[in-house]
């Protein structure tokens, strides 16, 4: 997985609900297989649990020994993905950021056309009532950076001229994007 541009608004969707960076997920076998480990605390059968494999198996792949096939591998990392996301959103934040109203969702940053200086825009006021939970469920689905951004502008209904719906669709490098360096739900 090429590494994300942090100023892009879907990255930004993604560090506000998980409070880490997307380029932390584990994106490789080696890194899925390690993160399977350390949830397991260094315990290969609970890790191997955890994965829903044999044990040798597991023991085999962590020692070079042998290596799984493409669609074993691509599994292993997905599963990897999605259970560190589970685990980086705990129930207590996911229940505050459901519970909480879009309208206060604030971004700083500038629309790529008009360049810098930054500014605050209260997006809040234009997303629909149920934006933070469509944004949580795309997250847990796992969503990535393009997705999340495609989320989070497809939420906004409430802008009389369509502006920030149209231009927060596209990427961060795009002219007629937005570069964000922060975003609060």
Known sequence: MPSANPN???ARVYAAISQK???????TFAAALGWFVRAAAGNVSA????????????RDWLSGTSRPGAARRA???????LSARRDR???GRESRLRGRDASGVRLVGYYNYDGPPLRTVRIGDYLAPDAIDSLIDAYLSGAGVDELRQEFAGAIVNDPTSFYANTMFNP???EHGWT????TL
Do not use: C, Q, Y
Not at 21 to 27: G, R
Not at 75 to 81: H, K
């Open 8 to 10: 892009d608004l879907g």
């Open 21 to 27: 960076s997307i380029n932390t997920e584990p994106a």
């Open 47 to 58: 890790a191997a649990r955890l994965m829903g494999v044999p044990r040798r198996s597991l």
């Open 75 to 81: 599994a292993v990392t997905t599963s990897a993905r």
């Open 89 to 91: 959103l705990r129930a």
């Open 172 to 174: 961060a490098d795009d």
């Open 180 to 183: 964000v360096t922060n975003l």
